[in-house]
């Protein structure tokens, strides 16, 4: 037994785990687990890279007996519905792609895993239990060992857990460790909720760098009960990011945890699952579309790295995930319900965004098209449908501050008609004189008003240029209104037009006659305006 073991470990490391540095995030959610075992908020985790080892250290509950015989398991006790993220036992196994030589403390425990000291015991190994080396499992064999072993372990705090990672190749190992947290993001932490800081340090490079977040109280939506909101500022490398975060408890249908993969993932206990979703705020405090999310924004608690989900804002969901959490199992019904659950919670926090955010929350609904089975079975019929349907005819910000629905909105993105409007040049009520058959129709400044890409002078019914402005019906509007008045707005007009360069030729322009009366230049006699 002991040798398939073996293999099967050494197997499930270096195949299940693509990336070296993910036993880093997979440490990260069981000291957040950890944390929440304290029941306390505001904890620490902190890594420490050297050239030939990692320190990981945190301040969640020290190990008791059942942690220990977790770490040296290749099971789970951790359960779903108790609101564990991580896996103890199974995702900590990943540090075994980078290490053979590993020490833990924490708890009064102190071990390691080491596959060299079975090595340098085999005379002993053999007489004593008639195994060769290659036969131990060593990394679920916990070796006593006492803090001095490892001297900076008699320095740890009380309360404190460190691991110490040896690397198999340091110089291999420390370079991809290393490009590992130098690629973290700050929002990859965003859905931890009793860590609140993160320190890394390279003692090779002596660079550090502190990435920590501060929630406001959530905040319960009037439109709908279930629905909490909170702002997060998260801080690292010198600058502060905002995020608006939307929640929702869900209970879990009885059809979906009879479900048998449900079962085998250890869900079919789980009551009710939290879904969330989060949008960056830019220094204004308006909507902005996280471009990077497209690429790795779906979260399991982390995020899956290989589930690109296309959109422009954050999901996180308590998905079924594969072995090494980077994708997810897509055919599972427990999914499928999930992600149904956040295309719900998309309905109320549209609405929301479209009143408190209009003229910068559409931006953030663009949606790439990702071929494969993540996006086509759990994003496209789930998220980018209810975006699509809710956003057929979105609210949009006028240049007068209003908030009409794109279907009575008249757009442009030209300077020169943004002075004339700024100017008072050009106004809503000029509108029907310009688009015949339309009333109510409103200005919107696209150079303003953030929208989605394909609603840039595609999708609006209206849109004019500097060519539509000037027709007869709206010359002969305000000259019936006022001759004077109209002469001198007429006279203005032009003068933009002109300094623009976009006049064009003045032949083809319509011109009040001495008369009163409105005709193409070309067809009249007239002097140098």
Known sequence: ????????????????????????????????????????????????????????????????????????????????????????????????????????????????????????????????????????????????????????????PEGQTLFVVWFRNPEENYKSVKGFLDGLKPYV????????????????????????????????????????????????????????????????????????????????????????????LDENGKIRPLEEARLWGVYSFMPLTESNSGLRFLVQADLIVHPGRRSVNFEALWNKWMMEQVGELLKVIIKYLADKYTDSYLSAFDVDEYPGGFYENLVKPFIVSIINKELENPLVMTVKGQKVPSSKAVVFEDNVIRELVRDGLISDEDLKYIIKGEEDLHLVDLGVVKVRRDERFRSFRFKISTEDLLTKDLIEARLKSSPDDALKWLVNVYKKLKEAGKLGSLRERYVITRSLTVVRAEESYFGQI
């Open 1 to 156: 037994v002991g040798p398939s073991l073996r293999n099967a470990i050494n197997i499930f490391s270096e195949l299940t785990f693509v990336e070296p540095g993910q036993f880093i995030l997979e440490t990260l959610q069981n000291a957040e687990d950890a944390r929440m075992e304290l029941g306390k908020r505001g904890g620490f985790f902190s890594v420490t890279l050297f050239n030939d080892r990692v320190e990981i250290r945190h301040d969640g509950k020290p190990f008791d007996r059942e942690d220990v015989e977790g770490l040296c398991g290749i099971g789970s006790r951790k359960k779903p519905r108790e609101g564990y993220k991580g896996y103890i036992g199974i995702g900590w196994k990943s540090v075994f792609k980078v290490s053979e030589r590993v020490y833990v403390f924490s708890g009064g425990y102190a071990f390691k895993f080491d596959r060299r000291y079975w090595e340098q015991r085999a005379e002993w190994l053999k007489e004593k239990y008639g195994l060769e080396p290659s036969q131990v499992p060593w990394q679920i064999v916990p070796i006593p060992v006492e803090p001095s072993e490892y001297p900076r372990a008699e320095l740890l």
């Open 189 to 280: 932490f965003l859905f931890l909720d009793y860590i609140t800081r993160i320190e890394i340090e390279d003692r090779v490079t002596n660079q550090r760098r502190v990435i920590e977040w501060e929630s406001s109280p959530p905040v319960t939506l009037s439109s709908a009960p279930d629905v909490r909101v909170q702002t997060v500022a998260v801080s690292a490398d010198g600058k502060t990011d905002h995020y608006l975060i939307f929640r929702r408890m869900v209970k879990v249908p009885e059809e979906v945890r009879g479900d048998e993969v449900t079962k085998s993932a250890k869900r079919d206990d789980v009551v009710e699952r939290e879904v969330a979703v989060a949008f960056g």
